[in-house]
């Protein structure tokens, strides 16, 4: 077992922001209470995976929660008022379901590192990233209808894509919690491993997916998107591909063209079959 030396990149309240190399790691960090999320915990998230879509040299985000015992638990229940979790603003939010959103449209590799306990809205976050590596530790299930909450996005319609319409039903209607074997049996989640090395077997994955095009993942990733996300995946996918013409000479006689005060000569460039 190798251990490897993360350096932070930017302090917190309830969440570890560090990096290795191109590997950044976010890291909830509320042990004592199975690192349920609050409204800060979600915003602080938002502005770390916010950084790594900036930093170009970040190439791959590992999402974890702090200790062995739980990735997450879900939104915190104790501050769950009348219409959302209640942060120290007193506003009522549900901000998870921009860091959804977010991690779905960050066009770079996100690895949920999951050991312990990855429950409610919490298993909503591993679902969301592309690829999941679970501890042999790891329990995954959904609580909503139980403690009176549901996720009616991705964390069913996605959910149902992933493991299927009568697994993911099965799931939300009667609330078991399933290993991690049990898991990956189902498709949810990619690997499991023996928990002390799972930080390892993560990194191993990074840095394989470190070796390949960064264009060539964006893309995929945005064409996996476009197929779930209709014309809001769609829209990034396109997003992706103006980027891409941007950078082509094509794209550039545009612009200079017009800044030049000159008819673009589009002409010299080849219509590929
Ligand atoms: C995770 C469980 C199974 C772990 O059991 P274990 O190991 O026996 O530990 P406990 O003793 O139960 O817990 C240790 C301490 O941690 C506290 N705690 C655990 N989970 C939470 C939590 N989610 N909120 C607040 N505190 C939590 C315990 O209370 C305990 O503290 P002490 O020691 O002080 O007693 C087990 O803990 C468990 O079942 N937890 C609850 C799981 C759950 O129901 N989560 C909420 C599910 N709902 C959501 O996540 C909503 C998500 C959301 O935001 C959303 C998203 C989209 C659309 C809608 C919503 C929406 O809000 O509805």
């Known amino acids: 077992m190798t251990s490897t030396t993360w350096t932070s990149i930017k302090s917190y309240q309830e969440i570890l ?20 999320f609050t409204p800060l915990t979600v915003a602080e998230m938002i502005d770390a995976f916010t950084h790594c879509r900036d930093d170009a040299s970040i190439g791959v985000i590992i999402l974890a929660g702090a200790g062995d015992e739980a990735f997450s638990s879900g939104g915190d229940q104790s501050i769950r008022g009348n219409g959302g979790y209640v942060g120290t603003d007193n506003i009522p939010r549900l901000n998870v379901l921009d860091l959804q959103h977010l991690i779905r449209i960050i066009p770079k590799p996100v690895i949920a590192m999951v050991a312990g306990w990855s429950v409610g809205g919490g298993n909503i976050l591993q679902l969301v990233c ?43 209607f009667l609330g078991h919690f399933y290993t991690a074997q049990e898991a990956y049996e189902m498709n949810w989640i990619n690997k499991v491993v023996p928990l002390k090395q799972l930080e390892e077997a993560t990194l191993e994955w990074c840095h394989e997916i470190l070796k390949k ?60 079959p």
């Open 17 to 36: 922001f560090e990096r290795t190399g191109k590997i950044a790691k976010i890291t909830m960090n509320r042990p004592h209470k199975r690192n349920a």
């Open 213 to 272: 095009s960064p264009t060539a993942l964006r893309f995929i990733k945005a064409a996996m998107n476009a197929d779930t996300d209709g014309l809001a995946g769609l829209q990034q996918f396109a997003g992706d591909a103006t980027m891409l013409f941007y950078t082509t000479d094509e794209g550039k006689e545009g612009r200079d063209a017009f800044n030049e005060k000159r008819e673009p000569n589009f002409g010299q460039f080849p219509t590929f």
């Open 130 to 172: 592309d690829l999941t590596i679970a501890a042999d530790n790891a329990r995954f299930g959904q609580t909503g209808p139980k403690v009176g909450s549901f996720d009616a996005g991705y964390g069913s319609g996605y959910l149902a894509r992933v493991i299927g319409h009568k697994r993911a039903k099965e799931v939300w």
